[in-house]
């Protein structure tokens, strides 16, 4: 049954786009590359043929391009679950719901969504400059508790994670579109992903205050033969989102630090450069 949604809910502007994103359904491709950093996006869209579409507002850039002949959209979300919840849902819009009728499309179309991003290691034996693919996403910020579908949660994940960590609040645990998994480079490792509700105390750092989180705990902490492999803000929420809503998701994190062992890469900027295109690879032999 197709659903109608009011003009609070579903917000427009005068030109007829999206709120936030400030795009038309036309100016998105099927595969979507999420970045935090707004001037990451041209760091990706550089190595494209062509670009058909630049849009910016607030910290969300959008283009829209043309790599190897592979329609592709790269948008920043800025740092945070709060803005991959508004990015994911407004994409998912300008996808599955007519703007003329504000009535969701019988026919769904389904998103590639990939996240390259930066992170944090809380394991010694992952060198820096290392990329990590996330199999599972621990989501430590509360975001899809506010959404109903718990199917979508690792539900065996969650319960062992909750038990044994017990995190100031419950956590849940989210998955990669699984058979993307046996797809990847065989240098890149795989592992869990603690997606945290901040960048100093939610991860274990100390400035003037001191967190209240345990990493020794943490870095322990294993599941199906996988450990809690690194840190970030975003993939948990991208991975339960995407899940909910019928799209394929993958996060792939190069790490610029490594926790355990107090070392922060000497190069980050080649980092991302290697991460990007090892991605965009990645994205055409499998996705294109």
């Not at 319960?159 to 995190?167: G, M």
Request: with cysteine; hydrophobic share 40%; proline share 4%.
């Amino acid at each position: 049954m197709k659903k109608f949604i009011p003009a609070d809910e579903l917000i427009l502007n005068d030109q007829g786009r999206i709120y936030h994103l400030d795009l038309q359904p036309e100016q998105i491709a099927n595969i979507i590359i999420t970045v935090g950093d707004p001037n990451r996006v041209g760091a990706i869209t550089k190595h494209f043929d062509s670009i058909e579409v630049k849009v910016h507002k607030r910290e969300f850039f959008t283009e829209t391009g043309y790599f190897r002949n592979c329609r592709i959209t790269v948008i920043s979300t800025g740092i945070g679950t709060d803005n991959v919840d508004i990015v994911m849902n407004e994409i998912d819009a300008l996808a599955n719901i007519d703007f003329k009728t504000r009535m969701e499309k019988e026919e769904k179309t389904v998103l590639s969504f990939v996240r390259i991003g930066t992170s944090g290691s809380i394991q010694p034996d992952i060198p820096l400059d290392t990329i990590v693919a996330s199999v599972y996403g621990i989501g430590m910020d509360g975001l899809l508790h506010f959404y109903k579908g718990e199917l979508v949660f690792e539900s065996l994940l969650t319960k062992k994670f909750n038990e044994e960590i017990a995190p100031p609040i419950p956590a849940y645990a989210t998955i990669a579109y699984k058979p993307w998994l046996s797809t990847l480079p065989n240098d890149f490792v795989q592992g869990m992903t603690c997606t945290n509700t901040g960048f100093y105390g939610p991860q274990g750092r100390n400035l003037r205050l001191e967190s209240a989180l345990d990493l020794s705990l943490l870095s322990s902490f294993g599941y199906q033969n996988l450990k809690i492999t690194n840190f970030e803000m975003e993939t948990a929420a991208l991975y339960g989102l995407a899940s909910l809503m019928g799209h394929k998701a993958m996060s792939l994190n190069v790490i610029l630090a490594n926790r355990a062992n107090k070392q922060f890469s000497s190069n980050p900027l080649n980092s991302v450069d290697v991460l990007i295109e090892r991605s965009l690879d990645w994205i055409i032999e499998t996705l294109g």
